[in-house]
């Protein structure tokens, strides 16, 4: 009997066993958003929701001010909280205000560069997906990407939000200017020559300094990435294969699979090798097939793990050339929530065991892969890398219409015990006394923060919490 | 995680079995942007992205055959989709300040019955 016919035939074996029902992991639990209201002018005020729904509110109104201009009177007139969005696509509660939502899709593009010092100037609203064409026209690339690149690069810079590379930092890490418009609508020109202290707070800030408009980044010459894909035994990468890689290559990540006994390994290097592209993307397929098997099989651990070793033994290695803006990204189409947490390094692999230990044990539900990164470390002030010469980022995630907060109550403890400080987009319980512990710069923070929003315009109660306000 | 694919495909064979599951939609094809620049601006920033992208799973613009079931579902039924978010699309449609009449244009020009 070959291989598949064996598969096919056990698993018809297991649909005519006794099937679990329908259970729907929290489903009922999750928050609802607020139901449309109509406004003054007749038309319906509409909900604001992250892009996992899981956060939600009903603003008074929701604007995309057009000019610098504009966005002054918007900070000076309109009511707050206001909180400005990119794409909405942080997990924590960042943007939720009964106030004013500003949007900066029309603050984007390439404004300026500079060719010999290879840097460009790039409009705060750009999507992270938009910025590559143009910054490859001009010669230039970014050093790194995280592999969404849905965000806008003003939310990325705001909740430091990172790829994966031992001597790769975070974006904000490239930031070398900056414009913020404060809520007195004062638009402030910020460098480590001009209002350094509010350049250092600013670079990772939470949108609660103002609106930042324009962002100039210090870029490496447009190049090739090779990305490569594999699957290695677990067990090895554990035991030193995580180490070596990430020591060797230019960017490093691995994935986790809870119930299976291989891990996903993703390299990215540069190469002179013609360009091969990707593919069309098959990863959110591959996300709802393993949820599938959660869905028939969470019951019988062991079975589950069979099928997913047989599955994955057999599978073949793939690479890819292309320009650098499409080798780091893949489709997110299938939502989810996340945690992630950046610790010191040598802490790393410890903790996955025990990550890896408790979604197993604990949270059969868990069908996500868990993503396993490391950060060059930088010293912005409110930076989760700050201080550290390279982080390790372990990264939880959760189907978009199912109850997280059971699994993410389990590993966050795992998270703290090993001296991790948050990912600023994604979910995690701190609050001000807790990050006051973990961040050395976050009095110096605090006072440049009220020194430039002293009634408190920007915060929402999120941030109030965050900062004690 | 493309290989994830490739990981689990055997697993095919369990696919049905419950019926709490979702599923990435089918390709389509691609479409121009709308006439009005206004409109093509919003487009550009927002729907493009998954709407021209068939590993997407969203309903790809111009491709009648994707969009005319889900325009008989009725306007309110697609806003409500939108608003709220549906499957792999987020609320909004990630257009963080756009307005019912927004996104009932977006979604004509889309399902190949406006500008």
């Known amino acids: 009997m070959k291989r598949r016919e064996f598969l096919a035939s056990g698993l018809g074996l297991l649909a005519g066993a006794a099937l679990p029902g329908c259970d729907d992991h929290g489903a009922s639990r999750m928050p609802k958003p607020p139901v449309a209201a109509t406004g003054p002018d007749g038309q319906r005020r509409l909900p604001w929701q992250n892009w996992s729904g899981y956060q939600h509110c009903l603003p008074a109104q929701r604007v995309a001010p057009a000019s610098l201009d504009e966005l002054a009177e918007v900070l000076r007139r309109s009511p707050g909280p206001v909180r400005p969005v990119g794409a909405g696509h942080s997990f924590t509660p960042l943007v939720p205000t009964e106030g004013t939502v500003v949007s900066l899709r029309n603050f984007e593009g390439l404004l300026a560069h500079d060719a010999a010092a290879l840097s460009a100037t790039l409009g705060a609203g750009t999507k992270l997906g938009d910025l590559g064409e143009p910054l490859h026209a001009i010669g230039q690339a970014l050093p790194n990407m995280p592999d969404i690149d849905e965000q806008s690069l003003a939310g990325a810079m705001a909740t430091a939000t990172h790829g994966t590379g031992a001597k790769l930092g975070a974006l904000h890490s490239r930031v070398t200017a900056l414009k913020l418009m404060t809520p007195r609508g004062e638009l402030l020109e910020c460098s480590p020559r001009r209002n350094r202290e509010v350049f250092d707070a600013a670079r990772v800030s939470l949108g609660s300094l103002g609106v930042i408009t324009e962002f100039t980044l210090s870029n490496v010459p447009t190049h090739r990435l090779k990305r490569q894909v594999r699957l290695e035994a677990l067990d090895a990468l554990l035991d030193g294969g995580f180490d070596a890689l990430a020591a060797a290559h230019h960017s490093f990540e691995m994935y986790f699979i809870p119930h299976c006994d291989q891990g996903v390994v993703i390299t990215i290097d540069p190469t002179d090798e013609p360009v091969r592209p990707r593919g069309a993307d098959q990863d959110n397929n591959a996300v709802m097939d393993m949820k599938r098997l959660r869905d028939v099989l969470s019951w019988w651990p062991g079975a589950r793990r069979w099928l997913m070793n047989q599955s994955t033994r057999d599978y073949q290695p793939e690479a890819a050339v292309d320009v650098w803006y499409r080798a780091f990204p893949s489709s997110r189409a299938v939502r989810f929530n996340e945690m992630e947490y950046h610790l010191p390094r040598e802490r790393l692999l410890p903790t996955l065991r025990q990550v890896r230990d408790t979604v197993e044990t604990k949270h059969p539900e868990i069908f996500f892969p868990v993503e396993v990164r490391v950060v060059k470390g930088d010293d912005g002030w409110l930076s989760p890398f700050h201080g550290h010469d390279t982080s390790g980022s372990i990264a939880v995630h959760h189907y978009h219409v199912e109850d997280p907060l059971p699994y993410f109550a389990d590993i966050e403890p795992l998270f703290r015990a090993a001296g991790g400080r948050p990912h600023w987009g994604k979910m995690n319980t701190l609050a001000a006394a807790d990050f006051a512990a973990l961040y050395p710069r976050w009095k110096d923070f605090l006072q440049v923060r009220a020194g430039l929003d002293p009634e408190g315009k920007m915060l929402n109660p999120y941030l109030r919490k965050v900062f004690g306000a | ?115």
């Not at chain 2, 987020?90 to 963080?96: F, I, K, R, T, V």
């Open chain 2, 1 to 115: 995680m493309r290989l994830l694919r490739g990981c689990v495909m055997t697993l095919w064979v369990v696919a049905g079995l419950c019926a709490c599951g979702e599923q990435a939609a089918p390709a389509g094809g691609a479409a121009a942007a709308p006439a009005d620049p206004k409109l093509a601006k919003l487009y550009g920033q927002t729907c493009k992205a998954c709407h021209t992208s068939p590993g997407s799973g969203a309903p790809q613009s111009g491709d009648r055959a994707a969009w005319d079931p889900r325009m008989a579902q009725g306007m309110a039924t697609l806003l409500d989709h939108t608003v709220n978010g549906y499957k792999g699309m987020p609320p909004l449609g990630s257009c963080m300040d756009c307005g019912e009449k927004d996104f009932e244009a977006l979604i004509r020009f889309m399902s190949g019955q406006g500008s």
